[in-house]
């Protein structure tokens, strides 16, 4: 959790990556109640508030996100699959996922920044991928000393 945080521009504190953990341990529907509970219950010195600003910071991040049953509390669910982007080959329309950890911390920054609220986002980067890329070499001395180089 705390390479997560990191990858995605944020500093990594003791509090935050417990309060992360508590919330992915508790799975599906939960309310900021229930979270701050579980948190209390391992570090008594978290209060409500921080628990309620990482919960929304979750949510930023794209792991988590609102869900209303009707009841009037609001809970949180994880978000599943995984935040990614795409890159997709031109030549064979291959589709490569790729975590955008990096660039979450960047485009949640960008949002603030122009008072916009996100929510969703498609990244795609086109390009050419390394197989469809080796088919047009026709040095094989080049290719082979790169193959090397990776090796050592
Ligand atoms: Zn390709």
Redesign the pocket.
Known sequence: MKELLRTKGFKSTPQRELIFDCFFSLGKHVSVDELYQKVRELDPSVGHSTVWRNLKLICQLGLAEEVNIGDGITRYDRTTPKPHGHFF??????LLEFDVGSVMGALVEAAHEFEFEPDGYKIEVQG??????QDDRTNDVATRSANDERKA
């Open positions: 080959c031109r030549n064979c329309k291959k050419y991928c390394s197989d469809c890329r």
